[in-house]
């Protein structure tokens, strides 16, 4: 019996997990929509039937028999919810930075370690959205060659801030005033993403280097990384550059398959 649940299903991480679901034809006896209570009561279609959102609350996630959940809730969110959920038998997949590097959380990225997930007691995490495009790119490379350094730089889009990066830079384009970046968004570029640390880092570039690390298992490379908000609405890029162990000719890194 799957009793499946979208956590913050009509935010951008949400819609796209049910287009891909929906996609892929994914098998469920029943799937429940969760939103904030502005979004609550509201009809959703999912595979041409017609659902109502509901409020996310203990009573609505615990009391409908559900046993996995996907998760697109805020990170703050999800210490809530994600962990109400888990705590009472509902395993979840959460794609916000809340339980990332806890140490009992599986951080997995089915191309590289999905042998993580077996061992979830409850919170399967999902990484960062520059930091997985990379380490599928990276693992093959680490696996043939040895990786001693690696050094990020992230372009990266609106749709990254959700909805309201988004509404920022349709707003700029249009004259307004920014209301979520600390900056204009539109014709600029921020070197801003989520807040700063005391050593100058922003969290987003600590998480490209700590979600690398614990995802390759080796918490002895040496990583950098700096990202960057720019004015597009979908797409970041990642510029990556890579000091091997061993020499390789460029030939030996294209023959490589994610699998390899
Ligand atoms: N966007 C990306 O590319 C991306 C990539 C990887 C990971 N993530 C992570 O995924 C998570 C979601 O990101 P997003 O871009 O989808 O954000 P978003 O577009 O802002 O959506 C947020 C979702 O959370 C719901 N929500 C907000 N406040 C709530 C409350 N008090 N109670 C219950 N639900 C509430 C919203 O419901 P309403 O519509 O009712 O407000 C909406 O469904 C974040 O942790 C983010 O870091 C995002």
């Given at each position: 019996?799957?009793?499946?649940?979208?956590?913050?299903?009509?935010?951008?991480?949400?819609?796209?997990?049910?287009?891909?679901?929906?996609?892929?034809?994914?098998?469920?006896?029943?799937?429940?929509?969760?939103?904030?209570?502005?979004?609550?009561?509201q009809d959703l279609y999912f595979k041409g039937e017609k659902y109502a959102i509901l409020e996310l609350n203990e009573e609505n996630l615990l009391n409908n028999n559900i046993n996995y959940a996907l998760s697109a809730l805020d990170s703050p969110l999800a210490k809530i919810y994600v962990k109400l959920a888990a705590e009472?038998?509902?395993?979840?997949?959460?794609?916000?930075?809340?339980?990332?590097?806890?140490?009992?959380?599986?951080?997995?990225?089915?191309?590289?370690?999905?042998?993580?997930?077996?061992?979830?007691?409850?919170?399967?995490?999902?990484?960062?959205?520059?930091?997985?495009?990379?380490?599928?790119?990276?693992?093959?490379?680490?696996?043939?060659?040895?990786?001693?350094?690696?050094?990020?730089?992230?372009?990266?889009?609106?749709?990254?801030?959700?909805?309201?990066?988004?509404?920022?830079?349709?707003?700029?384009?249009?004259?307004?005033?920014?209301?979520?970046?600390?900056?204009?968004?539109?014709?600029?570029?921020?070197?801003?993403?989520?807040?700063?640390?005391?050593?100058?880092?922003?969290?987003?570039?600590?998480?490209?280097?700590?979600?690398?690390?614990?995802?390759?298992?080796?918490?002895?490379?040496?990583?950098?990384?700096?990202?960057?908000?720019?004015?597009?609405?979908?797409?970041?890029?990642?510029?990556?550059?890579?000091?091997?162990?061993?020499?390789?000719?460029?030939?030996?890194?294209?023959?490589?398959?994610?699998?390899?």
């Amino acid at each position: 019996m799957i009793n499946l649940a979208i956590l913050g299903a009509t935010g951008l991480v949400g819609q796209k997990m049910r287009r891909i679901l929906a996609e892929r034809n994914f098998k469920f006896d029943n799937i429940f929509f969760f939103a904030s209570k502005n979004s609550a009561g509201q009809d959703l279609y999912f595979k041409g039937e017609k659902y109502a959102i509901l409020e996310l609350n203990e009573e609505n996630l615990l009391n409908n028999n559900i046993n996995y959940a996907l998760s697109a809730l805020d990170s703050p969110l999800a210490k809530i919810y994600v962990k109400l959920a888990a705590e009472n038998g509902i395993t979840v997949v959460d794609n916000s930075s809340a339980f990332r590097m806890d140490p009992e959380v599986p951080l997995v990225v089915p191309e590289i370690n999905p042998e993580e997930a077996l061992k979830a007691n409850g919170i399967i995490s999902n990484p960062n959205c520059s930091t997985i495009q990379s380490v599928v790119a990276l693992n093959p490379i680490y696996k043939n060659f040895g990786i001693k350094r690696i050094i990020y730089t992230t372009y990266q889009a609106v749709a990254g801030s959700g909805i309201n990066g988004i509404d920022d830079l349709k707003l700029g384009d249009w004259g307004g005033k920014n209301n979520f970046y600390p900056y204009q968004i539109s014709h600029n570029a921020i070197p801003h993403i989520d807040d700063f640390v005391e050593d100058g880092y922003s969290k987003e570039e600590l998480k490209m280097v700590n979600e690398s690390r614990k995802i390759l298992s080796d918490d002895s490379l040496k990583i950098t990384a700096t990202a960057v908000r720019i004015p597009v609405f979908e797409s970041h890029m990642v510029n990556i550059v890579v000091e091997t162990e061993k020499p390789f000719e460029i030939e030996q890194i294209f023959e490589l398959d994610n699998l390899s």
